[in-house]
């Protein structure tokens, strides 16, 4: 069984069942399928208000991790601040498409999926969760 931890409560939850979402940036460049423990509105979604997020606008959820069926050249990476984090967006469109820690002590590998790019969800029925990013910045690597 592939346990994660739930962002919210910090219970393990379960991966190895779960929702399978396809998603793509907008100009459809980079197509990918994710796994997440169950369906959108069930699951904690956060809205940080970092200063890259709050630029981009992402919805995140944490899956173990994605898989790019098409265009992962497209894929840039970015990081800022600590390098913590690699920021992985469409180098065409723009598009925040996932993002991945790198620190083993902030949720390290997990994915932090925009949700706002996953086909089928209907963002008025997700309650979001706001998180202090703006100050926040993860331990030195």
């Known amino acids: 069984m592939a346990l994660s931890q739930n962002s919210e409560k910090g219970d393990p939850v379960d991966q190895s069942t779960g929702v399978t979402y396809e998603g793509s940036c907008h100009c459809k460049a980079v197509l ?20 890259y997020c709050h630029v981009s606008g992402s919805f995140h959820a944490f899956a173990d991790d994605i898989e790019i069926r098409q265009g992962e050249e497209a894929l840039k990476e970015y990081r800022f601040g600590t390098h913590s984090i690699k920021i992985f967006f469409c180098g065409t469109c723009g598009a925040n498409v996932y993002n991945r820690s790198v620190n083993p002590k902030f949720i390290f590998g997990k994915c932090a999926i925009n949700v706002r790019l996953l086909q089928g969800v209907d963002l008025g029925a997700i309650e979001v969760t706001k998180r202090e990013g703006k100050d926040f910045y993860p331990p030195p690597l």
């Open 32 to 51: 990918y399928s994710v796994k997440l423990p169950s369906e959108i509105p069930s699951l904690p979604v956060i809205s940080c208000n970092c200063s």
